[in-house]
């Protein structure tokens, strides 16, 4: 069975979630390195000095904290590693997951496709969308049916990184476009018209993130954005329009790509 380097993202004080997913990790039979998460509560001045405070309340809507922050950071700092490293690919796991029995063969089947398409392909979504599509961009197009499951490449943002596949180009990719901080590490990722990061998923998904265990990238009112300033409002919705565009001129593109070649040809008068 095919592999590749496993990381689980931790923080040092957090005993108990390391044990958890080391009884996971065991029974599903994947060795893995658990490697240090970047404390939101201890921010350095460099870490800092990454967010762009202004781009997130254009982009994102409303001011990131300091968990979001340190989240995003964990996960950046391991793209640095796939590249500096040189590692082909990796499974990237958070420690709050449980863990199918079939993720090892998932894994291994991709790996053992000699010229796959994606660059990353997660394994878990929080948008209820993605879960339980309803249209044929949520329900995505099948791309190779696996042994427990089937890569589909959709056309809307998945929203989670609780586990996924990065590819070193998907790594260098995030680096780019990546290096100023201005929303969440997984919705960063999905603005896949910027990046170019096709989105990929495995249905059924193979990890899932434990809801009883409290979230360590920190929790909002749902009164947050209530009496922000109306020209913030503004640029927000300005934002959102552009986004909406290019997003669907990216999945048409992508689609068009796809068509055989009989497909993309212009039509032809009929000949009398």
């Excluded at 990796?90 to 660059?119: F, R």
């Excluded at 249209?135 to 197009?141: D, Q, S």
């Amino acid at each position: 069975m095919r592999t590749c380097p496993t990381f689980v993202i931790n923080m040092v004080r957090d005993v108990e979630r390391r044990e958890h997913m080391s009884r996971e990790l065991d029974a599903a039979g994947i060795r893995a390195d658990f490697v240090a998460a970047t404390d939101g509560r201890a921010l350095s001045s460099d870490d800092r000095a990454r967010y762009d405070a202004r781009r997130a309340m254009r982009i994102y809507g409303i001011g990131m904290m300091d968990p979001e922050i340190g989240c995003y950071l964990s996960h950046y700092r391991l793209y640095e590693r796939i590249v500096r490293e040189n590692i082909s690919v990796a499974l990237i796991l958070e420690d709050d997951l449980a863990i199918s029995p079939t993720l090892p063969a998932i894994v291994s089947d991709l790996l053992a496709d000699p010229d796959p398409t994606w660059l990353v392909v997660r394994f878990e979504s929080k948008r209820g969308r993605v879960l339980h599509p309803r249209t044929a961009r949520e329900h995505g197009v099948l791309v190779r049916t696996l042994r427990d499951g089937e890569l589909r490449q959709i056309g809307v943002h998945v929203l989670g990184l609780g586990g996924y596949l990065i590819r070193a180009e998907g790594a260098r990719r995030m680096l780019r476009y990546g290096s100023r901080i201005f929303m969440p590490i997984d919705q960063t990722m999905d603005r896949f018209w910027e990046n170019g990061i096709v989105p990929y998923v495995v249905r059924p998904f193979p990890v899932r993130q434990r809801g009883e265990m409290e979230t360590r990238s920190g929790t909002r009112e749902p009164s947050r954005k209530l009496g922000q300033p109306i020209f913030v409002r503004s640029l927000r919705r300005l934002q959102r329009l552009a986004d909406s565009v290019q997003k669907r001129l990216f999945v048409m593109r992508l689609a068009r790509r796809q068509l055989p070649p009989a497909d993309r040809s212009e039509p032809h008068e009929p000949s009398s």
